[in-house]
């Protein structure tokens, strides 16, 4: 029999997700109190179906896939349900977070006696002709969620404990990530100097590869910086308060504060940004 799952929550990631497994025809199920109107329009559109927290708990897998600093809130909330279930769900935080957080969330799950699988998402949100899409699995059920696979999902199975999942997750977000905080910063600096034209000319002879993929990354970042603020804070946690690289993160995350509250107010440093990508573009 099909699987039921659960995904929670309708952002762009989870609703391309669950769009995913219910055009392979499983049933899935969400939580929509609260949501947006644009929440319930994806979730509508990604053949998700809002039902109450004890119908989640009954699903046979709960992904979990909120920004960072909700990952823990999420499991709290879903407790008492999970705890009332008399057929427990295994549930896979896929939350960029480090693994002293996934190990929190886990303590949660278990104490209700559901199941728990960390997970990593790396890559874009899903669609029907990309395998760029990767969610690494951990811990000793992953194979159980691994099943996923035969519905349009790639879960590849980190070796390693609850935990392994989320440091590969956080490796390679850090790179990535955090290659594109240090890259917007130069460009922002480079704008108010007046040298962009200069960098971007040089970049384009000693650099193209490079310049080609900040140019084609920062203006997705805009829009996302909301959620980067608490992921570059994992990641601070991950690398360890007491390595001098943490501190670079933490930067990270001021950055991407600062860039999430120009996207909903002046615009002011998207607007830099985006100047200089476009002199990338017609360099």
Known sequence: MPPIVAVIAPGMMGSAVAKRLST?????????????????????????????????????????????????????????????????????????????????????????????????????????????????????????????????????????????????KMSYAGITKGFTALGATMMLAAMRAGTADALVAEMSVSQPQLLKWLTTQMPRMHGKAYRWVAEMQEIAAFVGADRPGAGLYEAAANLYEVIAADVAGPREETKLLDAFCDKARTA
């Not at 947006?36 to 699903?59: F, I, K, L, N, Y």
């Not at 499991?75 to 999970?82: D, F, G, K, S, T």
């Not at 480090?98 to 949660?108: F, G, I, Q």
């Open 24 to 168: 392979a025809g499983l049933e899935i199920r969400t939580l929509l109190a609260g949501r947006s109107a644009e929440s319930r329009e994806r979730a509508a559109a990604a053949g998700m179906r809002d039902v109450a927290p004890g119908q989640v708990a009954d699903a046979d897998f709960i992904l979990s896939i909120v920004p960072p600093g909700q990952a823990l809130g999420l499991a709290e909330r879903l407790a008492p349900a999970l705890r009332a279930a008399s057929r427990k769900p295994i549930y896979v935080d896929c939350n960029a977070v480090s693994p002293e957080t996934v190990l929190r969330v886990a303590h949660v799950v278990r104490e209700t006696g559901a199941g728990f699988v960390d997970g990593g998402i790396i890559g874009p949100p899903p669609e029907p002709d990309s395998s760029r899409t990767r969610i690494y699995l951990s811990g000793p059920d992953a194979g159980k969620v691994a099943l996923l696979e035969r519905y349009g999902l790639s879960m590849p199975i980190q070796p390693g404990p609850v935990g392994a999942a989320s440091a590969m």
